[in-house]
């Protein structure tokens, strides 16, 4: 099975530098990052292949990414403590664009992906607002 997602955090990383072809040059450099211990949030990186297999396939998705990326959500989860979707101690996340090679006027970052009217009010109580 191909891995279409790769992890990094709490000190470890599936990824390394020299894998920005693959990572893409944000990925390659957080998943550095983190094996060389400094203290990245942890996260997972989508491969640059997903794009290829994208335009390849008819603008799909690759069967087992949902799973690979449900997993690295539960990861993520693990390390801070939080749930992605939870009403109680929710997890946001934030998606950043990373190609291959550096690309002017690419994606925005969309941050704290999984807020929502529910997630909110936990966040609201958790901070005592």
Known sequence: MTQWVYTFGDG???GQAGMKNLL?????????MSNLGLP?????????EVCTYYYD????YPQELKGQVEKALEFVGRLT???????????LVSVRSGARASMPGMMDTVLN????DVT???????AGD
Do not use: W, Y
């Open 57 to 60: 396939h008819g603008r799909s």
């Open 120 to 126: 909110v009010e936990a966040l609201a109580k958790g």
């Open 113 to 116: 992906l999984g807020l929502n």
């Open 12 to 14: 470890k990383a599936e």
């Open 40 to 48: 990245v949030p942890p996260g997972f990186t989508i491969t640059t």
């Open 24 to 32: 893409g040059g944000k990925g390659a450099n957080l998943a550095e």
């Open 81 to 91: 403590g939080r749930t992605f979707g939870d009403a109680q101690n929710p997890l």
